[in-house]
């Protein structure tokens, strides 16, 4: 096993699960997309693993301001984008390897003007690429019914009405701002939170974030962008942060390695599909001890693998194949 160190001492964001990421692609060589770029960790990390060029992509325009202090050190091993990651087909083809860490930087999380903390107060904003609609506009203007699908579907909340129809009362009253304002309003629906328990809003936190960020559609459009751009044998190396997002990237390996069982009786038999990948670890993997006690925010990542075979052209899955939750008959955008 290797132990790189990695040169992120002093990174506002710890880069999660890249040594087991490393040390499962190792040796690494060849050009790779990282998609989410962040601080730049797994950037810097596949360079000094032994990539030649890394094609690294963010839809946050903020983190290209961080990377100015170092990406010169890589000349031109590093070329910077700023987009949605449903976009990678635009930058690479053929390439050796694609890394996805979805979810927030610490940067983002840990910056109240962002508006995506639930602790700190700051604009009900959410959004990563700072454009477009925000979480206020949601709650405020959004239909009950609609906003009480995202909290139960995008957070599995099972007091999605009930919080639903608190927002709508209270923006009635009053527009909402702030993140406290609404955490406050949904912490009030809700029982007192048990020791060691997560914050009440934890989970209309999220759900409100996936919305504005349309996460789940960039993640559905990314996996066949991912698989379009693979060379034959190159690697997708995604880390999930919850159970919908690890359900999303299980199933799809699963269905284009030919391993998922069949969901009904009608479906074509599985041994006839076509496999487009092989999956490299079964069981998700999970950050070591040292990992989750020098980073508790590693404790819920978890890592999925897949080789890309050679055999299949890319083709379609539907979203609800993979477990999408669709809101009032489309993805919620
Ligand atoms: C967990 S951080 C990545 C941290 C990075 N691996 C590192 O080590 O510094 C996730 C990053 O992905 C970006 N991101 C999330 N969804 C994205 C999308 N659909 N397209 C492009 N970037 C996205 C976020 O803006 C954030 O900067």
């Excluded at 925010?297 to 890592?303: G, H, N, T, Y």
């Amino acid at each position: 096993m290797i132990n790189m160190q990695f040169p992120v001492s002093n990174s506002p964001h710890i880069p999660v699960l890249i040594e087991p990421i490393i040390n499962l692609i190792s040796p690494v060589s060849g050009c790779w997309l990282d998609g989410t770029f962040g601080a730049g960790g797994y950037t810097r990390a596949l360079l000094e693993a032994g990539a030649e060029k890394v094609i690294s992509i963010d839809r946050d325009p903020q983190v290209f301001d961080l990377a100015k202090t170092w990406v010169s050190n890589y000349s031109d091993k590093i070329e910077l984008h700023n987009d949605k990651f449903s976009n990678l087909g635009k930058y690479g083809s053929d390439l050796d390897g694609i890394v996805l860490d979805l979810g927030l930087s610490s940067m983002q999380i840990d910056e109240a003007s962002r508006g995506f903390s639930f602790m700190k107060d700051g604009p009900l904003d959410m959004r990563m690429s700072k454009s477009g609609p925000s979480a206020a506009d949601l709650v405020n203007t959004s239909p009950e019914s609609e906003i009480a699908n995202i909290l139960y579907f995008f957070g599995e909340e099972r007091s999605s009405r009930r919080i639903a129809n608190a927002i709508v009362t209270r923006r009635a009253e009053r527009p909402f701002v702030s993140t406290l304002d609404l955490s406050n309003v949904i912490e009030n629906c809700l029982p007192r939170k048990k020791p060691g328990a997560s914050h009440p809003a934890t989970r209309s936190f999220q759900a409100l974030r996936i919305a504005i960020n349309d996460e789940f559609t960039e993640l559905y459009e990314a996996l066949f962008a991912a698989e379009k751009a693979l060379r034959s044998g190159g690697i997708l190396a995604i880390v999930t942060f919850h159970s919908l997002e690890d359900r999303i990237v299980k199933r799809f390996f699963q269905l284009r390695s030919g391993s998922a069982g069949n969901s009904n009786r009608y479906a074509p038999e599985l041994k006839n599909r076509p496999k487009h990948f092989q999956i490299v670890n079964r069981k998700a993997i999970i950050p070591p001890d040292q990992e989750l006690s020098n980073n508790p925010r590693s404790r819920s990542a978890k890592l999925r693998m897949a080789k890309r075979l050679s055999s299949e052209p890319s083709s379609s899955l539907l979203p609800s194949q993979l477990g999408i939750p669709a809101i009032q008959g489309k993805h919620y955008a």
